[in-house]
């Protein structure tokens, strides 16, 4: 029976905080000694360079070289694809529980490796252990969780219904062929590991396009697959600029279906290009902009330290993220005085170290997005929290910036309508629980959403009226953010996504074939 992998929980519950403790920071000492290498591009098993390289710097302080990564171009990315699609036909004839059992020991093996991964991850992408360790985890909890479900389902292969006594007929689920995934920065295992895992547990083969700012981890990723045992060919990786290896595979005919994890314009262009020629499946996992409703029977300490959490976790570098609160008028005050309060007290600095709550953001891009809207809300609203740059001492080589809460904004303000993908907080208040919905439906997204109240009226016309996909009640752990495999699956509405299907759900691996019907006659 699947069991999350939940390691911080765990620990806690056993009271072996401390151990988990001396585990990262061994780890972290052990990953130090092997930063600044260099790593190859893997096509078709063979480990491929190109004619240059690009650094890969970590965002706690840009000084530091995590490693070099190989420069692709289109010819590697053809390549890779060629590749995939030579091995598609033994891939997708092998036995659906092999697959599984290729699967389960990699989530063996990348659970045995947790604590070096969470430690790599950390200077890759700038998490601190908890974030770090929760993504790992997560990657884990992917492959044991799709292989569990190719396992209840029978590899879904489904008896029907004999429409004359002289019949059988089934139902079989077959891949599609080559998948081109295309990841992103924040979670590096998890999302990388959970795409790739659904495209190749259902027998197709992969060719994987990994950020450019974090693709130490997803190369780790492939090589506890060759560990396990997965054939040469069935998942290939390749490095350089999305302009170039990414436009080529969504670009080319042998691409049989794309999942991707980004913002909303890429991911509506990858659908458009990828369809201008022939109907192809596109998965895609596109933001958001979620809220959470404070209504005036909530419990405060729990709303005050879910908001918080949600808001400023990984530096609000989430796609589910909260980045706008409504409050009931009448506890705004109060609401508003104690946010501000736990805010300020968050410990910012080096994500290794054990106190630090929030660490950089991930790019030069990220730092001056949020300068500029740090500036647009200082200019259009008033700032009660944050705002800065943080440029002092060591922290002046890494991208720093200040947990931000926002007031006084028109309630139309862009600030309350896009998505930013910094640690910006819009704060508003309303009159009326029909205007507070309106409020939290009126943008183009609806991926995570949260309420407090003891109001259990409140909560139900919320949980029926709310246009997202993931939904929160008095979730003090965080109020949009932190779903886990198997238990909320994750799945964008509106703008946010377009399957309607979520990731670490049972309907998940189904996106990644296609249906066919099979009868024999006696």
Known sequence: MFDNESTYFKVLMHKGEEDFHVKYEDAL??????????????????????????????PIDTRVVVAHFQSGNAEHALNA????????????????????????????????????????????????????????????????????????????????????????????????????VIAPFNFPMAITDGMCAGAIITGNTVVLKPASDTPLTAYKFCEILEEAGLPSGVINFVTGSGSVVGKTLIESDDVDGIVFTGSRDVGLSIFRQANSKRPKPVITEMGGKNPTLVTKNADLDKAVDGVMRAAFGYSGQKCSACSRVYVHESIRTEFVDRLVKRTKELKLGNPSNR????????????????????????KDGKILAGGNAVTDGELKHGYYVQPTIVDG???????????????????????????????????????????????????????DKIESGVVYVNRTRSATTGAMVGCQPFVGWKYSGISGKGTGSEYYLTLFMREQSQTTCA
């Open 409 to 463: 904004l028109p309630k139309d303000h862009m600030l309350f309508k896009e998505e930013l993908f910094v640690p910006i907080l819009a704060v508003a208040d309303y009159k009326d629980f029909d205007e507070a919905l309106r409020l939290c439906n009126d943008v183009d997204y609806g991926l995570t959403a949260g309420i407090f109240s003891k109001d259990q009226q409140e909560v139900q016309e919320f949980l």
């Open 81 to 180: 694809i060629s590749a995939a699609k030579n091995a598609f036909t033994q891939w997708s004839g092998t036995d659906y529980k092999e697959r599984i059992k290729i699967f389960r020991k990699a989530a063996d093996l990348m659970s045995s490796k947790k604590y070096e991964l969470s430690a790599l991850l950390t200077y890759e992408n700038g998490k601190n252990r908890y974030e770090s360790i929760g993504d790992v985890d997560e990657a884990i909890d992917f492959l044991r969780y799709y292989a569990e479900q190719m396992e209840i389902n029978n590899g879904f292969i489904k008896p029907t219904k004999s429409a004359y006594p002289d019949e059988k007929s089934k139902s079989v689920m077959k891949p599609y062929g080559v998948w081109a």
């Open 29 to 58: 000492l052990r990953v130090k000694e092997v930063l600044g290498k260099t790593y190859p591009m893997i096509i078709d098993g063979k480990r491929v360079n190109a004619d240059s390289t690009f650094p890969q710097h970590s």
């Open 355 to 378: 106190e630090i709550y929030v660490g950089p953001l991930i790019n030069a891009g990220a730092y001056e997005n949020f300068k500029k809207n740090s500036e647009l809300a200082r």
